[in-house]
């Protein structure tokens, strides 16, 4: 043990609980900011809204789905 630093087992839980509720939280973000930009997309009838729209509800079940795999696994 150099410098007397020492990790303890409380504190990687900490950490993983924290690295979880960001996680969840940029999820959350990644469907408002979607539903917003498909919406502004079809009201404005603007592809580029849509398709920016489109790729962030790609990237939005993309991260659920990776925070739910590793969630189940610790």
């Known amino acids: 043990m150099k410098y007397g630093l020492k990790r303890h087992k409380g504190m990687r839980e ?3 609980d924290k690295w979880r509720s960001t996680c969840a939280k940029l999820v959350a973000l990644e469907f408002v900011l ?3 930009f498909l919406s ?3 009201v404005l009838e603007n592809y580029y809204f849509k398709g920016v729209g489109i790729g962030l509800l790609i990237s939005w079940v993309t ?3 990776a925070y739910f795999v590793v969630r189940k696994k610790t």
């Open 14 to 16: 900490k950490g993983t």
């Open 34 to 36: 979607s539903a917003i």
């Open 40 to 42: 502004l997309g079809h």
């Open 63 to 65: 991260g659920a789905l």
